[in-house]
């Protein structure tokens, strides 16, 4: 498991580009995040079969593209936010794989890596990230 999370750690620090590096390669800010901090897991289209996929147990990286359809067709906003966030009580199922994104986000609140948003706004900041990618994420959903 130790190599993984050098992987992570890897991917994590190279993923440190501002809001308008998404729009410079004609993405969305959503897709963007998705692209860079979640696809290597859960795959291009969120079926949980990303290059570092084979790093967990069997099963270990869920399907986002089944979040809709596992939820009763509803997307569930609410608990893809605490996840992304990190506010999410995960313990009944054992230790948290995903790393904590709402933290990355804190971090990144630096109007020198993104000018919309200062150290006055960080909440605010890490919100529209995770919102962004939200909404990227129910564009993924298995009908």
Same mark, same amino acid.
């Given at each position: 498991?130790? /190599?993984?999370?050098?992987?992570? @750690?890897?991917?994590? @620090?190279?993923?440190?580009? #501002? ?14 995040? =998705? ?15 990303? /290059? ?13 593209? @089944? ?8 997307? #569930?906003?609410?608990?893809? =936010? ?22 990355? =986000?804190?971090?990144?609140?630096? /109007?020198?890596?993104? #000018? ?19 909404? =990227? ?7």
């Amino acid at each position: 498991m130790k /190599p993984f999370f050098s992987a992570v @750690l890897a991917a994590s @620090l190279c993923t440190v580009v #501002p809001a308008s590096g998404a729009h410079a390669a004609g993405m969305t800010v959503g897709e963007f995040e =998705y692209t860079n901090s979640c696809a290597s897991c859960h795959g291009a289209k969120g079926d949980g079969d990303g /290059p570092l996929a084979s790093f967990f147990a069997a099963g270990g990286v869920p399907q986002l593209s @089944l979040l809709k359809k596992n939820n009763g067709g509803v997307f #569930p906003v609410s608990r893809v =936010y605490e996840m992304v966030e990190g506010t999410a009580d995960v313990r009944a199922h054992g230790g948290r794989a995903m790393p904590v994104w709402g933290d990355r =986000y804190r971090a990144r609140a630096d /109007p020198s890596l993104d #000018p919309d948003f200062g150290p006055a706004d960080v909440e605010s900041y890490v919100t529209f990230r995770i919102l962004a990618l939200i909404e =990227y994420l129910s564009t993924l959903q298995a009908e």
